[in-house]
């Protein structure tokens, strides 16, 4: 027997979700305050994407009421800091099953992929050392597993009780320009960088960058979409850090 993993039209769905991107900026980076960068502010441009989780968390059986999108409802107790506040919480039976975070780059390259990285790596550090702190456990008498209340590591399954931690998750959506495939120097004036990253394109250093968060299991899934200014299209670089790679 063969398990699905994606919803049938999971292709159709991520397509749109690529469309109401760029309609939300309105086209191409370009335009001022009150144009594409006031709707990016707003955050309106990766509501696709809420849909996108929607579907397939219903496809493996989450209840649509547990997916929450809305600002007031999708932070999360840290450790280093009061709270944070992540784009989509999947919280079932008062389980919590996923956090993702969502982000887009389009254009201002440069110091933006540090910023970029540096978010992703303190998210991922508040989450695992407050998830082992027991921020996220269950209380007595509510429905569903309860965790233990002893520090563990925060990739140690035991912390539910056989079960398996939650799903955290990191997407980057950036844009297919000429700017991001262009060879980058590494300059590191006292100790050289790592060869991999000598000459290294931007898009090459996020895919790089998906890569070793999964591997150090500071996210469960990172993935790497590029797509072309105004085009409801996207790709991977690898297939390790694809979009549906991430949603299987």
């Known amino acids: 027997m ?6 049938p039209d999971f292709d159709e769905i991520l397509h749109q979700a690529i469309a109401t991107f760029w ?5 191409p980076a370009t335009g001022g305050q009150a144009g594409g960068r006031g709707r990016v ?3 309106q441009n990766l509501d696709g994407f809420f849909v996108l989780v929607d579907a397939v968390a219903r496809h493996v059986g989450v209840s649509p009421s547990a997916v929450y999108t809305r600002e007031s409802q999708v932070t999360l107790p840290g450790y280093f800091r009061a709270t944070k506040n992540w784009d989509v919480l999947v919280v079932q039976d008062g389980q919590l099953l996923a956090a993702l975070e969502l982000k887009s780059q389009v254009g201002a390259l440069g110091n933006n992929f540090n910023n970029r990285a540096e978010e992703a790596l303190g998210s991922a550090t508040d989450f ?5 702190e027991g921020a996220f456990r269950r209380t007595e ?9 002893e520090p563990v590591p925060a990739v140690n399954p035991a912390l539910y009780n056989g079960g398996l931690p939650p799903f955290v998750g990191w997407v980057m959506l950036l844009e297919d320009s000429p700017d991001a ?3 980058v120097s590494a300059a590191s004036p006292h100790f ?3 060869p991999e990253f000598q000459q290294a394109s931007y898009a090459e250093r996020y895919c790089i960058l998906c890569t070793r968060l999964m591997e150090r299991r500071l996210y469960t899934a990172a993935a790497l979409a590029l797509t072309p200014a105004g085009e409801p299209t996207q790709r991977a670089l690898s297939p390790q850090t694809s979009l ?3 949603f299987r």
């Open 141 to 149: 008498g509510s429905a569903g597993p309860l965790l233990l209340a």
């Open 128 to 132: 695992a050392v407050a998830q082992s």
């Open 2 to 7: 063969t398990v699905q993993l994606l919803p």
């Open 23 to 27: 309609s939300g900026r309105g086209g």
């Open 244 to 246: 549906h790679s991430f």
């Open 192 to 194: 050289p960088a790592r």
């Open 181 to 183: 495939h262009r060879p």
């Open 41 to 43: 502010i707003a955050g």
